[in-house]
């Protein structure tokens, strides 16, 4: 059972993490 909120926690810290990189990018911050 605690395997999957580790997956859902995954993929949610991956789904955030591509965002504020997409944000970054579009700002010209990077």
């Known amino acids: ?3 999957i909120y ?3 926690l995954l993929a949610i810290m991956l789904t ?3 965002i504020l ?3 970054l990018r579009k700002f ?3």
Do not use: E, G, N
């Open 21 to 23: 990189f997409f944000l």
């Open 6 to 8: 580790y997956i859902i």
């Open 28 to 30: 010209k911050l990077i």
């Open 1 to 3: 059972m605690l395997t």
């Open 16 to 18: 955030t993490a591509q």
